[in-house]
């Protein structure tokens, strides 16, 4: 398992984390793993990143208790990014928002009818 | 549009895209996307990236025919990642597999019973 993990930090030390809802496949999060966050994320079942502007492993979830209990945690073709299956517990995003993606889209392609805001780039389909 | 876009590359040239299939909610991809391949996405509705290796911008499915026509791009609270939906052609993956995360899991949460290949760490629920 050791080499199994390490292969995921041989061309860089930290490692994109794609945190995705397991129940509905609603993408959450990105944030970053270096193998210390992975290798503690394994061990508790909890979501564990390092972050790279307080530069220290932080627990999702540690200040507003919206953890996160992992399904299951998978490798890309290329060992350079992990997705991460999860149970979240209330909003995932520090906002109070659900997820982290939810600002309205920056491109839309038109299906049928507009849905932009108006600051949307909507393409119509050809 | 043009502030909203450069909103993404202040604080590094490359962001992560996911790239989520928008019939399924089935991840992908992770690639990357500077200023300009983000811009050819949004004027072309398929997605372009940025290879690290190859520095240079790639449209994906160049090659193989098996594009991705974007239904949705978004930013998130962070303005440091972007989800992308897209309507998938052929497999994702440039293995053939249908998407880039086809590995046995890494790691996985027992539910009832093993599901691991013995190279999977699984962690029983408690």
Redesign the interface.
Known sequence: ?GT??SAFFQKQELV?A?V?EAS????L??AYMNEASLKR??ET?YTWFYSRSRQRLWQKGEESGNVQ??????????SD?L?VKVEQTGPA???G?PT??????????ELGEHSGDG?T?V?SR?
């Not at 509905?24 to 993408?27: A, L, R, S």
């Not at 209990?69 to 290329?78: E, F």
């Not at 993606?101 to 491109?107: G, V």
């Open positions: 398992m199994q993990l994109p794609i995705q509905t496949g609603e993408v999060m990105l994320t394994m079942g209990r992992v399904v299951s945690v998978t490798g890309d073709c290329d990014a997705l995003c520090h906002t928002e982290c993606f939810f600002a309205a889209p920056i491109y839309e392609e600051s780039y393409r050809t």
